[in-house]
């Protein structure tokens, strides 16, 4: 089955710099890659998602980019702000399968 | 915004006793997960319903576990005998369509076996 890897699994970045978090997957036939947000003692929210068909996804502050031959994709955090600070978790799913597969997630600490 | 609401947010059960999670999903989806998340530990898949059946589970998902849309706007989780190994958030999550579709998640009960 699938096999989600992220790493770091935790980061800290100052005020105003850019984050980067990487994951990478195993199955070739993975094609939906969400991201999700979650802050203590909530439930993951989504934030970006990338399909395979697409290599990068923004939404403001947010992008995505997936490198279909190398098996990875990376979330971009830019301009980051203390209320970015939060557990990301990178997670996939296989052509027609409904069930998500999620990387082990990163602590992510903004310091003002 | 619409969002997947799940009671209780904490539930203190006997080992060997059974447990009932309650979900419900945004109004308007059709698809219905359940996750579990150990402290600590990853976002684990158990089981996805659609049309009143399941449609896909995990290994985790034994027969100790069912899940149930027991009417037009609630969906339930049950654990016949919890074990300590049970003990973990349980999310819920909801999507609009079936696979490869944003899926959106509660904020979790947290079950604690003891």
């Known amino acids: 089955g699938e096999n989600v890897e992220q790493h770091p699994s935790t980061l800290s970045v100052q005020e105003g710099d850019s984050a980067v978090i990487k994951c990478t997957y195993s199955d070739s036939a993975s094609n939906y890659f969400p991201w999700y947000k979650q802050e203590l003692g909530k439930g993951p929210q989504l934030i970006i998602d990338i399909r395979s068909n697409v290599g990068e996804k923004k939404d403001q502050r947010i992008a995505v980019t997936l490198n279909k031959t190398a098996k990875h994709f990376s979330l971009h955090i830019t301009e980051t702000q203390p209320e970015d600070s939060a557990v990301y978790f990178c997670a996939a799913s296989t052509y027609g399968n409904e069930k998500l597969t999620f990387g082990t997630g990163t602590r992510l600490t903004i310091i003002p | 915004e619409p969002e997947v609401t799940q009671t209780p947010s904490h539930q203190v059960t006997q080992m060997g006793q059974e447990v009932i999670l309650r979900c419900v999903p945004i109004?308007?989806?059709?698809?219905f997960y359940w996750y579990r998340q150990i402290l600590g530990q990853k976002v684990e898949f158990l089981v996805s319903f659609y049309n009143n059946e399941i449609s896909e589970k995990s290994e985790i998902f034994d027969d100790q576990f069912s899940v149930e849309r027991p009417d037009g706007s609630n969906f339930t989780l049950k654990i016949r005998s919890t074990k300590l190994e049970d003990s973990a958030m349980y999310f819920c999550a909801s999507s609009v369509s079936g696979p490869n579709q944003p899926q959106h998640f509660g904020d979790g009960t947290r079950l604690s076996i003891l």
């Open positions: 109004s308007n989806h059709l698809y």
